[in-house]
């Protein structure tokens, strides 16, 4: 079974200031995919960034990027110059594409922007 | 393009009721989820659907929980009779086929 863990229930950055999201998984697979989702009070879970295991280069979104490491199962998301609207629960999820596409999520941060 | 439509938004019932969600998914969308969404933690797969057939029901509790998806389309997840742990945001998604998938809003299910 896949398993996908947020140690941070909660982070609060500065607005302009950078922070960073951890993530960890657990798999045996080779081949899948990692992805930063945003939720915001509206509930819509929104795509941030996505990133496929076998691509080395770190995936990056305009001020989102994020650290993959392979080997430490590791997948932390970066928020370079934080807004105001940055503020939401950011849900990191594992997904096989070969088992019906289906998403595995951790229990998300709860990030707020402070002006 | 329009996204996944969810409706309704907000339900509050008692215990041993029953509901309904609907869901709309994009159109084209072969593929579509329900996932339970607990206060504090991350979404849960519930049934996913390809076109009108269930590819995975395994986390659904079937003894109260049903869904079915007419014509591989709309889909509805109904419950039947509530329990109070049933209280949560249930999450409607669609895909085409890709790795990528597209929430809807949700429905916000309290169950006093």
């Known amino acids: 079974a896949q398993t996908v863990t947020q140690s941070q229930p909660e982070m609060s950055v500065q607005e302009a200031e950078t922070v960073t999201l951890s993530c960890t998984y657990d798999?045996?697979?080779?081949?899948?995919?990692l992805f930063w989702y945003k939720q915001p009070p509206s509930r819509q879970m929104i795509l941030v960034i996505r990133q496929e295991a076998y691509k080395q280069q770190n995936a990056t979104e305009n001020r989102f990027s994020v650290n993959f490491q392979k080997a430490a199962k590791s997948f932390s998301l970066k928020i370079s110059d934080s807004q105001l609207g940055d503020t939401a629960m950011y849900f990191c999820?594992?997904?096989?594409?070969?088992?019906?596409?289906?998403?595995?999520f951790g229990t998300g941060t709860s990030l707020t922007v402070i002006p | 393009e329009a996204g996944v439509a969810q409706s309704p938004r907000y339900k509050i019932i008692e215990k041993r009721q029953s509901v309904a969600f609907w869901c709309n998914p994009i159109s084209g969308h072969a593929t579509l989820y329900w996932y339970q969404q607990i206060l504090g933690q991350g979404p849960k797969l519930l049934i996913q659907?390809?076109?009108?057939?269930?590819?995975?029901d395994s986390q659904l509790p079937k003894d109260r929980f049903s869904a079915e998806r007419l014509k591989g389309v709309d889909s509805t997840l109904k419950i039947q009779p509530a329990k109070l742990e049933d209280s949560a945001v249930y999450l409607c998604a669609s895909s085409p086929g890709t790795v990528e998938a597209f929430f809807g809003q949700g429905t916000r299910l309290t169950v006093v």
């Open positions: 999820a594992f997904m096989k594409p070969y088992m019906g596409n289906q998403f595995y």
């Open positions: 659907f390809q076109n009108n057939g269930v590819v995975d």
């Open positions: 798999t045996s697979e080779s081949n899948y995919y």
